[in-house]
């Protein structure tokens, strides 16, 4: 059974550029939760889709935007990278509301 | 902001018992504690939970208070694998809540051979 995969897997990028990461839940779930984590920190929440809309949101500003596709699978966005988004980027999958989350192994965003 | 305080470390020694605490004194009633751990550079992977009764499962055990303002999570026979950052969070469990999971700093743990 495939758990949660996340899509790349290192992604390096440039101050000003726009980047997409991707994320497939685990069979099954149908809600997906996207976290950022800075290094020696814990993870940090961003939002989370459910029935292909924004639910609920942490303190991130509007350049994390998100999206969510019929098949229960979901993008995060993040626009005009800043030096300060360079984390690594957790895609946690559930049933809404029930049992723990699936996380996956997460994206490894570097901007330069 | 968590709503839950942890030491944020802890040693234990390889083969014994790993006892984890976690004070959640705001715990409501309809509230449920959620252990993870992360190893390093890897996702959370999701341990063990539980609303008022104690629960065990392959992994752990969950020993919860009875007035539900603290709990402790047991590893019983910790092993070097088990080096990792433990997080302990509260989470309403209603399907028709749109909760989301908010981690804090967590408990490192070292498991010392």
């Known amino acids: 059974d495939a758990g949660v995969t996340q899509s790349p897997t290192h992604l390096i990028k440039t101050r000003g550029q726009q980047v997409t990461l991707r994320c497939s839940p685990k069979?099954?779930?149908?809600?997906v939760s996207w976290y950022q984590q800075a290094l020696g920190q814990g993870p940090q929440f961003i939002f989370q889709y459910y029935e292909e809309e924004e639910r609920q949101r942490g303190n991130f500003p509007d350049r994390f935007s998100g999206h969510q596709f019929p098949n229960y699978s979901s993008e995060l966005n993040v626009n005009a990278l800043l030096l300060g988004d360079s984390a690594l980027y957790l895609c946690?999958?559930?049933?809404?509301?029930?049992?723990?989350?699936?996380f996956g192994s997460g994206t490894r965003l570097t901007v330069v | 902001d968590a709503k839950t305080t942890q030491p944020p470390s802890m040693d234990c020694a390889e083969g014994r018992a790993a006892n984890l605490p976690c004070n959640h004194s705001t715990i409501s009633g309809n509230e449920y504690v959620y252990w993870y751990r992360q190893i390093h550079s890897q996702g959370p992977q999701y341990i063990i939970h539980?609303?008022?009764n104690n629960e065990t499962n392959e992994m752990a055990s969950l020993i919860i208070t009875e007035d539900r303002k603290s709990s402790t999570l047991i590893l019983p026979h910790a092993t070097l694998r088990d080096t990792a950052v433990y997080y302990c969070?509260?989470?309403?469990?209603?399907?028709?809540?749109?909760?989301?999971?908010?981690f804090g700093p967590g408990t490192s743990l070292s498991v010392i051979p």
């Open positions: 539980g609303l008022k």
């Open positions: 969070i509260v989470r309403v469990g209603k399907k028709t809540s749109y909760d989301k999971v908010i």
């Open positions: 069979s099954g779930h149908d809600t």
């Open positions: 946690a999958s559930s049933s809404q509301g029930v049992g723990g989350y699936t």
